[in-house]
Nanobody
Framework: QVQLVESGGGSVQAGGSLRLSCAAS????????MAWFRQAPGKEREAVAT????????YYVDSVKGRFTISKDNAKNTLYLQMNSLKPEDTAMYYC?????????????????WGQGTQVTVSS
């Protein structure tokens, strides 16, 4: 089984930056997508960004475009999310996830493996 462990969350003021990491271990799949999701209290879990197997194709939800960057290092089995110009509305629990398919979906039910989450809190 694949194990995912997020880190890098914390509390920052609006306008600040954080870099989240997701370390993956276990069986290595040939074709897969990785994604960052977030969920705030009382809200649905939403896809923030996705990245393809080779890292050449990415997706971002409109609210984070220009501020967040998803990347990965396959050699290190690590996924990253660089978050700049943070806003209070970015406050949420952030999760990394893996889907065993070539096409990267934004639907949470397509993802087979999940990390435990890391909290991001942005104050005004």
């Amino acid at each position: 089984q694949v194990q995912l462990v997020e880190s890098g969350g914390g509390s920052v003021q609006a306008g600040g930056s954080l870099r989240l990491s997701c370390a993956a271990s276990g069986y290595t799949y040939r074709t897969y997508c990785m994604a960052w999701f977030r969920q705030a209290p009382g809200k649905e879990r939403e896809a923030v960004a996705t990245i393809s197997t080779g890292g050449d194709s990415t997706y971002y939800v409109d609210s984070v475009k220009g501020r967040f960057t998803i990347s990965k290092d396959n050699a290190k089995n690590t996924l990253y999310l660089q978050m700049n110009s943070l806003k209070p509305e970015d406050t949420a629990m952030y999760y990394c996830a893996v889907a065993l398919r070539a096409f990267c979906s934004r639907a949470k039910h397509e993802y087979s493996y999940w990390g435990q989450g890391t909290q991001v809190t942005v104050s005004s």
